[in-house]
C-alpha cells in the first residue's frame, strides 16, 4: 500500500503563491509508486481545500474555480486516523484520509511553527521542523540568540522591542550604536525583504526603525558586510544526521531589486552605500530555481569546508529538520565568512543545490518523507512515557487542592 502524503501549502502569508510553485513541483516529482499525493491548498483566508485539479498550476488563476470543484475540507484526527472532511453537505463525508502531512509552505502563519504547531496539536506525523525548530528559524532575534550562544560567526547585532523604542528612543539608539555604520535594520519575523533597510548615520536609522516596527513588534539591526558575497547552501537531516548540499552564490541581479522594491514600498533611499548587493528580494531569499547564480559557489577548500560545519552545526543547533536552506554573507576582501539566517522550508526545496550533488528531486521528497517519519516515531515514544507518568503520579497524589472532583477522571 502507498503511503498518503498530504501536501500543504499555501496559507495567509506573504509568499503564498512561491508556496503554491513549490508545492507543484514538488508533487510532480514525489515517487507515485511509493506516494499517494493528496494537495491540501489553504487560502489567503485560511480555508482549505483538497482535490486533484489542485496539482495544476493553472488553476490558481481562478479561486472560484478551485472554490466550485474541489473539497472544502478540515484535516483533523477521527477514529485513530487522520481525515480530510469535508465541511459542507449533509454527510460531511470524509474525502480522504492522509498518512503523512507535507507542508511546503513559506513565511509567517505557515513555516513559523504555527502551522506546525496544529499538525502537532492534532498529532499526524509531519515533513519539516517541529514546532520549536520551526519557531526559530523564523524569528532573526530568537536564531540569532541561539546561534550567537553557540559561538556562531555572526555580524554584530542587537534587538529590541517596539515598545522599549517609543519609550525611551534615546537609550536603544545608543544601543545600537555600539554598532558600527552602516547598519541594516529588519523586522524580525517577516521575511521577503519586507520593511529591511541600510542606514548609514542616525537620520536614516531612525526612519528605518520607524518603516520596521509597522511590521513587527521585534527589529533587529546588525552591521551590514561589505564586499559581499553571498552563498547559500542546503542542509538535510535532524537533529541525529545532517547532510549539506552543493554551495551557491547568488548573483547580484536587477530584478531582486525590483521585487523588493516593491515590497518595500519604492526603497526609498534604502539601496545607498555602494553596497554590490544591498538588498534583495524573495526571490533570492527563497531560492527560486530561476535565480541567477553561480553553482557551484567559486570558494576555497577553506571556506567550503567552514561554511558546511557551520551550516550543519546551525542547522542542529535550531533543532531543525526536513531539508533547509543556510544563507552566509562573505566579506570577499577579509574572506570572513557570517551566518545570516535558515530558511527551514526554502522555495523549490532547493533542489537545485541537491541536483548538484548527484540527488534527484525525487530522492529529495522521499529523504524527507523518511525523516519526517522518524521524527514522528521520536516524538511518540517520548510524548507517552512522560505523560503517562505525570498524570498517574498527579491522581495517586490526590490531585491539587480545588482539583479534587478532576480526580476520577484522571484515574
Ligand atoms: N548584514 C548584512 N550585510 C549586508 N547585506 C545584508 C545583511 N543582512 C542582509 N543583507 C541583504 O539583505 C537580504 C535580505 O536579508 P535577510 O536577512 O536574508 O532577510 P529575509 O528574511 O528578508 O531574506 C540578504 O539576502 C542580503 O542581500
Ligand atoms: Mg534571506
Keep these: 500500500m502507498r503511503i498518503k502524503v498530504g501536501v500543504i501549502f499555501g496559507g495567509e502569508t506573504v509568499e503564498h503563491e512561491v508556496s503554491v510553485i513549490s508545492a507543484i513541483q514538488a508533487m510532480n516529482k514525489i515517487d507515485e509508486e511509493k506516494y499517494e499525493v493528496i494537495p491540501i491548498y489553504i487560502t489567503k483566508d485560511r480555508e482549505w481545500y483538497t482535490g486533484d485539479m489542485l496539482k495544476d498550476i493553472d488553476v490558481y488563476q481562478d479561486l472560484n474555480l478551485i472554490k466550485k470543484y474541489s473539497d472544502n475540507v478540515i484535516l483533523y484526527y477521527k477514529d485513530g486516523s487522520y481525515v480530510l472532511q469535508k465541511k459542507k453537505g449533509l454527510f460531511k463525508s470524509i474525502v480522504k484520509e492522509i498518512d503523512i502531512a507535507f507542508p511546503i509552505v513559506h513565511g509567517t502563519n505557515v513555516e513559523d511553527g504555527v502551522l506546525q504547531g496544529y499538525l502537532q496539536t492534532i498529532g499526524i506525523p509531519f515533513v519539516g521542523p517541529n514546532v520549536y525548530g520551526?519557531?526559530?528559524?523564523?524569528?532573526?532575534?530568537?536564531?540569532?540568540?541561539?546561534?550567537?550562544?553557540?559561538?556562531?560567526?555572526?555580524?554584530?547585532?542587537?534587538?529590541?522591542?517596539?515598545?522599549?523604542?517609543?519609550?525611551d528612543s534615546d537609550s536603544v539608539i545608543k544601543k545600537i550604536e555600539k554598532l558600527k555604520y552602516p547598519v541594516i535594520v529588519k523586522p524580525a519575523t517577516t521575511g521577503s525583504s519586507v520593511g529591511i533597510a541600510v542606514c548609514e548615520d542616525q537620520a536614516s536609522l531612525k526612519e528605518g526603525i520607524d518603516d520596521a516596527i509597522q511590521y513587527d513588534s521585534k527589529i533587529v539591526v546588525e552591521e551590514v558586510v561589505?564586499?559581499?558575497?553571498?552563498?547559500?547552501?542546503a542542509v538535510m537531516g535532524n537533529y541525529e544526521n545532517q547532510k549539506v548540499s552543493e554551495i551557491e552564490e547568488v548573483l547580484s541581479a536587477s530584478k531582486f531589486l525590483t521585487y523588493a522594491d516593491k515590497y518595500i514600498g519604492g526603497g526609498k533611499g534604502k539601496l545607498k552605500g555602494g553596497f554590490k548587493t544591498p538588498i534583495k528580494g524573495t526571490a533570492s531569499s527563497k531560492g527560486m530555481a530561476s535565480a541567477n547564480r553561480k553553482l557551484p559557489a567559486d570558494l576555497d577548500d577553506k571556506t567550503r569546508e567552514e561554511v558546511e560545519r557551520i551550516a550543519t552545526e546551525a542547522f542542529k543547533i535550531l533543532g531543525s529538520s526536513g531539508n533547509s536552506r543556510i544563507d552566509f554573507l562573505i566579506d570577499e576582501k577579509t574572506n570572513k565568512v557570517y551566518i545570516n539566517e535558515i530558511n527551514s522550508i526554502p522555495g523549490s526545496l532547493a533542489f537545485y543545490l541537491w541536483d548538484a550533488k548527484d540527488i534527484n528531486f525525487t530522492q529529495v521528497?522521499?529523504?524527507?518523507?523518511n525523516i519526517g517519519i522518524k521524527d514522528y516515531k521520536k516524538r511518540v515514544s517520548k510524548t507517552h512515557s512522560f505523560e503517562t507518568n505525570i498524570l498517574k503520579g498527579f491522581a495517586a497524589?490526590?490531585?491539587?487542592?480545588?482539583m479534587k472532583g478532576m480526580k476520577g477522571k484522571l484515574r
Aim: no cysteine; aromatic share 12%; proline share 2%.
Design 134 to 167: 520551526a519557531v526559530a528559524g523564523q524569528d532573526k532575534a530568537i536564531m540569532k540568540d541561539i546561534w550567537a550562544e553557540a559561538g556562531l560567526p555572526m555580524t554584530k547585532y542587537v534587538w529590541f522591542y517596539d515598545v522599549d523604542y517609543r519609550k
Design 226 to 233: 561589505e564586499n559581499l558575497k553571498e552563498v547559500n547552501i
Design 365 to 369: 521528497l522521499d529523504d524527507m518523507i
Design 397 to 402: 497524589n490526590g490531585g491539587v487542592k480545588g
